[in-house]
């Protein structure tokens, strides 16, 4: 029943910006720690940035600090990743990614137990 869907990928230039957008169901959305993962062809996925169930606690790979943030609005059951500033190396299929954990800060807690089914985000001139 834990339904994580995303929305709002697509072409950007570099320098752009994209809103990404993932809507939650199944779950009680308010209580996880949530995160956003990408994996761009022929790599690993990674873990782009991360949220506690209210909205700190944030963490972000150092490749995009001071460029992405994470947000969510647990009213509407939703969690954001604002991308600004894109470079062609961000391309990649992005991943909504519910953990098992409040805060996502213990090994365990961090851990990813549902996906979403990804959204392209490609940088290109």
């Known amino acids: 029943q834990v339904q994580l869907v995303e929305s709002g990928g697509g072409l950007v230039q570099p320098g752009g910006s994209l809103r990404l957008s993932c809507t939650a169901s199944?779950?009680?959305?308010?209580?996880?720690?949530m995160s956003w993962y990408r994996q761009a062809p022929g790599k690993q996925r990674e873990l782009v940035a991360r949220?506690?169930?209210?909205?700190?606690?944030?963490i972000y790979a150092d490749s995009v600090k001071g460029r992405f943030t994470i947000s969510r609005d647990n009213a509407k059951n939703t969690l954001y990743l604002q991308m600004n500033s894109l470079k062609p190396e961000d391309t990649a299929v992005y991943y909504c990614?519910?953990?098992?954990?409040?805060?996502?800060?213990?090994?365990?807690?961090?851990?990813?137990?549902?996906w979403g089914q990804g959204t392209q985000v490609t940088v290109s001139s």
């Open positions: 990614a519910k953990l098992r954990g409040s805060i996502g800060y213990t090994e365990d807690g961090s851990k990813v137990d549902y």
């Open positions: 199944g779950f009680t959305f308010s209580t996880y720690a």
């Open positions: 949220i506690r169930n209210g909205g700190g606690n944030t």
